[in-house]
């Protein structure tokens, strides 16, 4: 496709591609642009992104190139057995309820046995939904994910403990508050205290109280310091930012334990009070912006006079409004990728300090991204790929004007 220009007149053609992966992308909308005039025209149907999304949330990335033969047919068999194990564990449950006493076989078992089935489905519901919220994003941030997963559980438990209070299940809340752990050795270990605190705070609530209380706050404080202990050497926003930004001060990399210990493993809302958020310069990058999600004005003033500096690069740094944002090209690798968000850092602290933006950014990424990249695989750091999903990408066709902008 090419662009419809006069001569005189600065032109810029871009595809709007969707997809998590570069195997199986398809084409959402062709802008066609110039500094008189834009036009939108969309490809495909207006559900197909949302169709799209869904089964990304449902079937491994780069589905069906990316699986075996024998996927499908495993994962046909294998629902269907699930849904009859379920099915089966919801007529046994019934049945216990029944054995013990619990209410009228009518009604109240019934009842109780679907709320059962309703409490387990909605976890699983809320799970596939936030996979589709958050996608490849659990990768990127797997300390902070770690850590919020443990204190919801925490927050469920409490909830869970105050609804049932007077149901006489202290025993079994304490006992299962150790339950999935990957240590058989531990979970025997937690079990065994949980009985053994049961016994001895029964028919005392306010010492019930405490204890869950106290073996809570314990449990959060305890995962906090597991995350912190961690040090990861992949990259990731936030890393890659510590790192530049210690490289264009010191002209060195840091270790991972030194990076772990200056990272946040808590959502940045949880964090706004802490001092470091004055480094988070990369919450001032947008890496795999929607062309589309650009209006006229910010096609004509910011996008068309960029590009020119970004001819021979896989991908192109818009600045609006304080923001970098990175159109990914659909050809792009991981290599590039992570050269991109590099560069939109360097673009960000040079709008952030008034300097001159695009054409200083580019200079210093020639004179040393090369020798920034090969400083962190000295120290071990896997330089292979940025951990950030992308999911809008794009192709361009640029044709310059005869007079250059500045």
């Known amino acids: 496709m090419t662009a419809v220009s006069n001569s005189n007149d600065t032109a810029i053609t871009l595809e709007e591609w969707n997809g998590s992966s570069t195997s199986k992308l398809s084409k959402t909308f062709t802008i066609q642009a110039s500094s008189s005039s834009v036009s939108f025209k969309r490809s495909g149907a207006r559900f197909t992104h949302l169709w799209r999304r869904l089964l990304q949330a449902l079937v491994p990335e780069g589905f069906p190139s990316s699986v075996t ?31 013990i006493g619990v209410g009228e076989k009518s009604a109240t078992v019934i009842g109780a046995t679907f709320q059962w089935f309703l409490r387990d489905l909605t976890g699983m519901l809320g799970g596939i939904l936030f996979t589709f919220y958050q996608g490849s994003n659990l990768d990127s941030n797997a300390k902070m994910w770690r850590l919020v997963a443990d204190l919801m559980n925490d927050l469920g ?22 339950e999935g752990s990957q240590e058989t050795v531990a979970t025997m270990i937690g079990m065994a205290l949980g009985m053994l605190v049961a016994r001895i705070t029964i028919g005392h609530p306010l010492a019930i109280w405490v204890c869950f209380l106290s073996l809570t706050l314990f449990h959060m404080y305890a995962n906090y310091q597991a995350v912190r202990c961690l040090a990861l050497t992949s990259l990731n926003p936030e890393r890659t930012t510590i790192h530049l930004q210690h490289f264009m001060k010191t002209g060195k990399v840091l270790s991972p334990e030194q990076v772990s210990a200056k990272e946040h493993v808590l959502p940045l809302k949880l964090t706004v009070w802490s001092s470091k958020n004055a480094d988070l310069l990369y919450t001032k990058v947008h890496l795999g912006t929607r062309v589309s999600s650009l209006d006229n004005m910010e096609i004509k003033e910011h996008l068309l006079s960029a590009a020119s500096y970004y001819a021979k690069a896989k991908y192109l740094l818009v600045e609006r409004n304080g923001t970098v944002n990175v159109i990914v090209h659909k050809d792009s690798n991981a290599a590039d990728i992570l050269k991109s968000f590099v560069h939109a850092l360097i673009l960000a602290t040079n709008v952030s300090e008034s300097k001159s933006s695009h054409s200083d950014s580019q200079m210093w990424i020639d004179k040393h991204y090369d020798v920034f990249i090969h400083k962190l695989k000295s120290l071990g750091w896997k330089t ?23």
């Open 69 to 99: 033969a024998d996927y499908v047919p495993f994962q046909i068999w294998d629902t269907l057995q699930g849904l009859s194990t379920y099915t089966r564990t919801m007529l046994s449950t019934q049945a216990l309820l029944s054995a």
């Open 157 to 178: 438990r409490f909830f869970h403990h105050f609804f049932f209070f007077y149901l006489n299940f202290h025993a079994t809340i304490f006992s299962t508050h150790f």
């Open 384 to 406: 292979e790929r940025l951990l950030s999903p992308i999911i809008w990408r794009a192709n361009w066709i640029y044709k310059a004007s005869e007079k250059k902008a500045d």
